[in-house]
């Protein structure tokens, strides 16, 4: 049954009480699987806290609670599902839950379904420095503004991303650039009539439609520059205002009939427009004789015949003090104009009769912003404070935002006005989230270089989503930089994916990445359940700086999370509360590079070279070390509860730990697996030895095993095969001499854990730097049992490992960005194991023959087991986590390029954790990143197949089997020509139009006949192709026309 919308609350405290009764309107209905929290109403909620308060020490058993769901709210749920919300509710895991408990739970619910906490973005809106450049200007930038391209046609649209970006400094000097910021051209704005002294250009605007830029000085004059053709003409001055006109705005409509309208304020309060009619460039046509029109501001008011194009209207004395910014809001044709006056801003239409808002603020306004669709007027002033307005209401402003410490000078809307970009004059912006009335973000990095003591000028284009501020330089901020779904479908997290996991219990899926963000995903809907901000931190210079999560697991029971980062911490989570449980350290500044949950103990390796260990029922910081036996940092780990610990390091050394005592009792070298390494117990030898390198050791301390593998495999060593290999896998061989140089780094290594622990079983996989997988026994007489590729890539490796829970598949995710997936059913085990191919060809389509095979099949020719299901590119960068999920087939990758990506086993891309796209795990999809660089044969596994043009078992198609023994007789196969055969060259041609008679002209003396008569075209008329059968058909005939001579008679 599906709910209803009915009761969508916030939290608890906005329940609404009319609601009283609902519960007995539905008392015959059954919710099933409902969320609680979008059942209870005021009247529920007290009903239950009666019954808590009855009950035997206020608590509730699972039979209990789950009655009383059914009883009062009529909700009810499967097993499994109340299963998982029990245990959601009861967070002290003790087997009963009491109301404080069921309120902490409902109040998450409440706030995860709070659309601001939905909206809540991962990294900042502005990331990274400012990119800031040379101005190419003698003196300060007054006016940067952007100038875009206008379509000459009838719609007359422009395109953000087509125009240029002008600046004007004071000294007159114009430039123009592109929107890259690369410098076109230059120009100068000087007076006609000052010769010895230069002016002060105080602001500049362009008229893009009609190719002019204007100009403002403190000679009190405007004057209008032709642009045309590259050129920078003037064409009208406008002098002697009363007034020096310090700002402008131009607005043009995309109607030629509607006037162009050019609004100019001046440092006398004053508002002046300029109306003019656009067609043909209106007044600044070029006509002969004129090059130059001069006139002052009188001659527009008492004689305005000398530029009839142009009509002067005036609204006098609006301010009391100097205009600061004026605009134009088309939506309601109003002029909009402020000032740092009592009299801020004035909203009013040309005639000032229809609307004339004044909004009023104590110290006035120093700039403002608006969104017409949304109809959210923004101003900031010198009182620093950020104020939005209901632009049909001037009373009284709607939100106040107080942060900044200086004048607000500039402002940026984007989303509708619900996010506001404010820059203040001690060069800060600050981000606002108006919804929530709250500072997102401060940025303090654009540097003092910009213009310390200068007054900045800015422009934001919102398709570019950049912000540039001129003054004696230019810097370019981009705000809230806007995804591009032809190069990404989103990011899960703001940085490098550290860990992906799934809970088998609450089946949900947890992401933890080097931003310090936990993320608790729900995989069939993609939603996010909860996040956890900041989870690990440091204090440095006073202030608390997130840490990267570097290791992550689960407790035993699958209900807590354990987490450590790269400054030593280890902490324990509640995921469904996001709450911290406890906090430990191995040691400081020592990153914590895997860590294990086993029964009753945590388990930590990291930098340190050692494992520590701390209870997990205890309060302790600090754990106690098991013994020193590494000499360099452990990379990698793998536990198999409860009989053996794997930790290997970056100089290639791997020992076996018993998980019940901490003692060592095997020792290898990955770079020589075949060496037996003796282990010693005295306390003399409990320092790690300074080397194990072969040059290192005397001949009587090592023991060479025979090969493990040469009963199972019979490889063939020889040289050209093991150059073969070489070409096909792309691999550079180093020399014997350059290998001694640095033993092998071991960067991942996992547990087969349902195989037993036997000398001839491998149940221990371990990634090498050089691109192989090392099979291993953690049997006391075991060791290396095989090796296999694991790349096909020149300086590839494995960077992540993952099994399922019978570990008949093997993943492998490798730092280019390929996934591998690989069959362990018959691989190194003591039972053989049928494999059926036909059923993994129908899951696999990697298995199906290619006519030419790519490099992931050409470099496992001579590696038959184990055998390759599948290899794609998942993604362009290190895949650092992988994950599956048994139930739903599906696999999770966590990348560095901040995504954890949804696949099908078959290898076929889902969605992305965390994507702005609609979230569905039955449509497949490329990735957009990878499907520019991707091989035919990560396609085909993309496509399940369908690039492969031979499928086994499929009958190739007989294209002669149609044919019949009339089309034999006839030489006609295939289908029949369309009618008409000959085309419409046969039809009789139209009638010509009927014309009318002509009109004879008798007003002269002698009628001009030959001027009404019409006359055929002097053209030639073109032929008509010839059809072509008709062609064919000739072309068949011309040799039984050809004469014959008298040899071919004579032959006859």
């Known amino acids: 049954m599906e709910m209803p919308n009915e009761s969508d609350v916030k939290s608890i405290m906005s329940i609404s009480s009319k609601s009283d009764g609902s519960t007995g309107a539905l008392s015959r209905l059954r919710w099933r699987n409902a969320p609680l929290h979008e059942r209870c109403t005021m009247s529920d909620m007290t009903k239950i806290k009666d019954a808590f308060q009855a009950a035997y020490r206020n608590k509730m058993l699972p039979t209990e609670f789950r009655n009383l769901l059914r009883t009062l709210l009529s909700v009810e749920y499967d097993e499994d599902e109340f299963k998982i919300l029990f245990m959601k509710i009861n967070t002290s895991r003790d087997g009963e839950i009491d109301w404080d408990e069921l309120v902490s739970h409902l109040l998450l619910g409440y706030f995860a379904n709070d659309p ?26 007054s006016r940067i503004c952007f100038c875009p391209d206008v379509n000459k046609g009838s719609d007359r649209s422009t395109d953000p991303m087509q125009g240029n970006y002008v600046t004007a400094s004071r000294d007159g000097m114009i430039n123009w650039w592109s929107l890259d910021m690369t410098l076109l051209r230059t120009a100068f704005s000087s007076s006609p009539h000052l010769k010895v002294r230069t002016t002060w250009v105080t602001d500049m605007v362009c008229m893009p439609d009609v190719n002019i830029v204007v100009t403002s000085s403190t000679e009190r004059d405007l004057r209008f520059y032709d642009c045309t053709a590259k050129t920078f003409t003037l064409k009208i001055v406008i002098t002697s205002w009363e007034y020096m006109i310090c700002t402008m705005y131009y607005h043009f409509y995309k109607d030629l009939k509607e006037k162009s309208i050019l609004i ?25 004789g004129r090059a130059l029109l001069q006139l002052r501001h009188v001659d527009l008011q008492r004689r305005p015949y000398l530029l009839s194009e142009m009509k002067l209207v005036e609204m006098n004395r609006v301010h009391s003090d100097w205009v600061r910014q004026v605009s134009f809001y088309a939506s309601l044709h109003c002029v909009v104009s402020c000032s740092t006056c009592n009299d801020a801003l004035l909203m009013c239409d040309l005639a000032a009769s229809k609307t004339h808002n004044m909004f009023r603020v104590e110290k006035g306004i120093q700039c403002f912003a608006f969104d017409e669709e949304a109809h959210v007027l923004v101003t900031g002033g010198p009182d620093c404070a950020v104020r939005v307005w209901n632009p049909f209401v001037p009373g009284k402003a709607s939100v106040v935002l107080m942060g900044h410490h200086a004048a607000v000078t500039a402002l940026a809307l984007q989303g509708g006005g619900l996010i506001i970009y404010s820059l203040s004059r001690d060069r800060v912006i600050k981000v606002w989230d108006v919804q929530g009335q709250v500072c997102v973000q401060t940025y303090i990095d654009i540097p003092p270089q910009i213009g310390e003591r200068t007054p900045i000028s800015a422009v934001y284009n919102p398709a570019t989503r950049e912000f540039i501020l001129a003054a004696i330089k230019i810097a370019i901020v981009v705000l809230d930089e806007q995804l591009n779904p032809q190069h990404t479908d989103g990011f899960t997290h703001s940085r490098a994916v550290a860990k992906v996991l799934y809970n088998p219990l609450f089946k949900v899926v947890i992401t933890c990445g080097m931003d310090s963000i936990i993320i608790n995903w729900d995989p069939v809907t993609g939603k996010r359940n909860a996040m956890v901000r900041d989870a690990h931190t440091r204090l440095l210079h006073g202030e608390l700086i997130p840490v990267e999560i570097t290791a992550a697991c689960f407790d035993p029971g699958y209900q807590l999370l354990l987490t450590g980062a790269r400054n030593g911490t280890l902490k324990v989570w509640n995921f469904n509360t996001g709450l911290c449980l406890r906090n430990m350290s191995i040691e400081y500044m020592c990153e914590v590079t895997n860590c294990f949950w086993v029964e009753g103990r945590i388990l930590a390796v990291g930098w340190n070279r050692h494992v520590t260990e701390f209870e997990d029922a205890g309060s302790g910081e600090n754990g106690k070390s098991w013994e020193t036996r590494h000499s360099d940092d452990v990379l990698a780990a793998a536990a198999r509860a409860p009989i053996t610990l794997a930790t290997a390091t970056y100089n290639s050394e791997l020992i076996l730990w018993k998980l019940e005592t901490g003692q060592p009792y095997r020792r290898f070298s990955c770079t020589e697996p075949m060496l037996r390494i003796k282990m010693q117990y005295n306390k003399r030898a409990a320092s790690p030895p300074t080397s194990t390198t072969p040059t290192g050791r005397r001949s009587t301390s090592t023991v060479r095993k025979p090969s493990m593998s040469a009963g199972r495999e019979s490889i063939d060593a020889a040289a050209a095969t093991e150059k073969a290999r070489a070409r096909r896998v792309s691999r550079v061989t180093l020399p014997a001499r350059a290998q001694r140089m640095r033993q092998l780094a071991v960067h991942a290594a996992i547990f087969l854990t349902t195989r037993p622990c036997a000398m001839r079983v491998a149940s221990l996989m371990v990634a090498l730097e050089n691109g192989q997988v090392q099979c291993w ?42 996934i591998k997936i690989w069959l362990m059913t018959n691989y190194l085990r003591d039972e053989k194991v049928h494999v059926n191919m036909p059923k993994l060809r129908l899951t696999f389509p990697f298995l199906w023959r290619d006519r030419i095979e790519g490099r992931a099949k050409r470099s496992v020719r001579d590696q038959p087991l184990p055998l390759l299901l599948s290899s794609y590119r998942a993604h362009l960068r290190c895949i650092t986590s992988l994950a599956y999920i048994d139930d739903l087939h599906l696999v999770l990758s966590g990348s560095s390029d901040y995504s954890v990506r949804v696949w099908k086993l078959s290898g076929e891309y889902l969605q992305t954790l965390g994507s702005f796209l609609p979230w569905s795990l039955e449509v497949t999809r490329f990735p957009p990143d990878v499907r520019k660089v991707a091989s035919f044969t990560t396609f085909k596994v993309w496509r399940g197949g369908e690039v492969s043009r031979y499928v086994p078992g499929r009958v190739a198609p007989d294209a002669l089997r149609d044919i019949t023994v009339h089309e034999l007789q006839t030489r006609t196969f295939g289908a029949p020509c369309p009618e008409p055969v000959l085309g419409r060259y046969v039809a009789p041609p139209a009638r010509p139009e009927t014309q009318a008679l002509p ?54």
């Open 999 to 1052: 009109r004879l002209d008798d007003s002269l003396p002698t009628i001009p006949l030959y001027a009404h008569l019409r006359m055929a075209s002097t053209q030639p008329v073109r032929r008509a192709p010839t059809p072509e059968l008709v062609r064919a058909a000739r072309l068949r005939r011309e040799p039984e026309r050809r004469p014959r001579t008298h040899f071919e008679n004579r032959n006859e």
């Open 116 to 141: 601001e906490n939905q909206r809540a973005s991962l990294q900042l809106p502005i990331m990274g420095l400012p990119n800031v450049m040379r101005s190419q200007h003698r003196h300060p930038i």
């Open 264 to 288: 100019c304020g001046d440092v006398g309060g004053n508002v002046r427009v300029l109306l003019f009619s656009p067609v043909k460039r209106g007044p600044f046509r070029n006509q002969p």
């Open 777 to 818: 026994s953690d049997h006391p007489a075991g060791g290396i049992q095989g090796s296999f590729q694991g790349i096909h890539t020149a300086g590839d490796y494995v960077s992540a490992l993952a099994t399922d829970v019978d570990n008949d598949y093997l993943f492998t995710g490798t730092t280019v960005g390929y």
